[in-house]
T-cell receptor, first 112, second 114 residues
Framework: GAGVSQSPRYKVAKRGQDVALRCDPI?????LFWYQQALGQGPEFLTY????????KSGLPSDRFFAERPEGSVSTLKIQRTQQEDSAVYLC??????????FGPGTRLTVT | AQSVTQPDIHITVSEGASLELRCNYSYGATPYLFWYVQSPGQGLQLLLKYFSGDTLVQGIKGFEAEFKRSQSSFNLRKPSVHWSDAAEYFCAVVSSSNTGKLIFGQGTTLQVKP
């Protein structure tokens, strides 16, 4: 079946622009995660949704980062006024239960 | 606080040789442990995981890992490496069993020599 999909796969933004990254989880998956992976590093947790409820946003690095999942399915990660340090791969993962996460291919964001 | 350490940033092995990638974790309770592989431009693929029970875990692509509580380790092994195994490998621990939130190590890059 279909896995987790993310779009766009690549995004180039000028510093100061706003961007929106989309994640389509596997159908029926209750849990959804966003991770940020800087170059040469392991992924770092950003935020977690259970259905439409954002239960943990402790990893969001600043108030420029905002995530939503209004209908408990598709999620969007928005970054306002992008900065160069926001350049990274943004990974989305979904699961039906803890410990069984499936990752998408990621969106590579480059801020110039 | 929970953490994962992968001491080797880069490893090079010859094709056909055996492989061991090290992972040490810091976690107060019984950990849920994972190994993922990431090829260039790709997402993370789960190789194997340990929740409980037998401490030697078999995964896909001929990989296995052994959980050693006394050493706080979960090392990944493969008896004979193939050129297609060249990739980035990440060890991870679940930091919250309620949510499945993962903490990752910084990764080990595996290069395979012909």
């Amino acid at each position: 079946g279909a896995g987790v999909s993310q779009s766009p796969r690549y995004k180039v933004a000028k510093r100061g622009q706003d961007v929106a990254l989309r994640c389509d989880p596997i159908s029926g998956h209750v849990s959804l995660f966003w991770y940020q992976q800087a170059l040469g590093q392991g992924p770092e947790f950003l935020t977690y949704f259970q259905n439409e409820a954002q239960l943990d946003k402790s990893g969001l690095p600043s108030d420029r980062f905002f995530a939503e999942r209004p209908e408990g399915s598709v999620s969007t990660l928005k970054i306002q006024r992008t900065q160069q340090e926001d350049s990274a791969v943004y990974l989305c993962a979904s699961s039906r239960r803890s410990g069984h996460e499936y990752f998408g291919p990621g969106t590579r964001l480059t801020v110039t | 606080a929970q953490s994962v350490t992968q001491p080797d940033i880069h490893i090079t092995v010859s094709e056909g040789a055996s492989l061991e990638l090290r992972c040490n974790y810091s976690y107060g309770a019984t950990p849920y442990l994972f190994w993922y592989v990431q090829s260039p431009g790709q997402g993370l693929q789960l190789l194997l995981k340990y929740f409980s029970g037998d401490t030697l875990v078999q995964g896909i692509k001929g990989f296995e890992a052994e959980f050693k509580r006394s050493q706080s380790s979960f090392n990944l092994r493969k008896p004979s490496v193939h050129w297609s195994d060249a990739a980035e490998y990440f060890c991870a621990v679940v930091s919250s069993s309620n949510t499945g939130k993962l903490i990752f190590g910084q990764g080990t890059t595996l290069q395979v020599k012909p």
